[in-house]
């Protein structure tokens, strides 16, 4: 699996011959729109910093709600969470993305979450995911604190952050920095992995391709 950053929660994932991109942004985010051609794109919810298809030059597919099924030999799961600690009356909710390849390495997509008091289900769905894809912003979702909790509860193999302020971005969200603060981290152009590299507790910064 390869993981490339695209800014805000924009990653592309490249697995089984499959190209998905999760989340793709307008450009009135403040960044610039460069997104690949692609077969498959996720939409965790209706926002416009997170919905922007209209941007992808080419797509076969659009997932998006809850999701149960197979691309070739990629699995694709979502479950619903919300974008708030209110049960979603002040921004509704969320759907939480993971991809699965036939390699056995997992990855979930946080999108805009908001709470983590987790159900059963919910609990359950991220346990299984090695690579968490997290917000890290806060304002709008969670925030460093929070996401240490997550880290601490879940012990996910990689935490790659997102939805964090980039040069340019017109949202009023931390930078990454808050959260790396007294951590260990990587800073990589991109991530390959496989079930054999699935190592440690790592924390991997990507770049960014947003330029």
């Known amino acids: 699996m390869r993981i490339r950053y695209f800014g805000h929660s924009s990653f592309l994932i490249e697995t ?69 600690t209110k049960l979603g009356h002040e921004r509704g909710t969320v759907n939480l993305f993971k991809i699965t390849d036939d390699d056995g390495v997992s990855v979930v997509h946080l999108s805009d979450l908001g709470d983590i008091k987790f159900n059963e289900k919910q609990t359950k769905f991220l346990k299984d995911a090695n690579i968490f894809l997290m917000p890290v912003g806060g304002y709008y979702t969670i925030g460093p604190e929070e996401v240490d909790k997550l880290i601490e509860t879940f012990k996910p193999k990689i935490v790659i952050p997102m939805h964090y302020k980039l040069k340019g971005a017109t949202l009023n969200i931390k930078t990454v920095d808050e959260f790396l603060k007294g951590k260990e981290f990587e800073k990589l152009e991109e ?21």
């Open 16 to 84: 089984n011959n499959l190209k998905v991109l999760t989340d793709p942004y307008d450009p009135s985010l403040g960044y610039r729109v460069n997104f690949p051609e692609v077969d498959v794109v996720t939409i965790s919810h209706e926002h416009f910093d997170h919905n922007a298809v209209k941007f992808v030059p080419r797509y076969s597919k659009v997932l998006k709600g809850e999701i149960n099924e197979a691309i070739g030999s990629t699995k694709f799961e979502s479950i619903l969470a919300y974008h708030d």
């Open 191 to 211: 991530l390959d992995i496989t079930s054999k590299t699935l190592k440690g507790n790592r924390i991997v910064v990507l770049e960014a391709n947003i330029k």
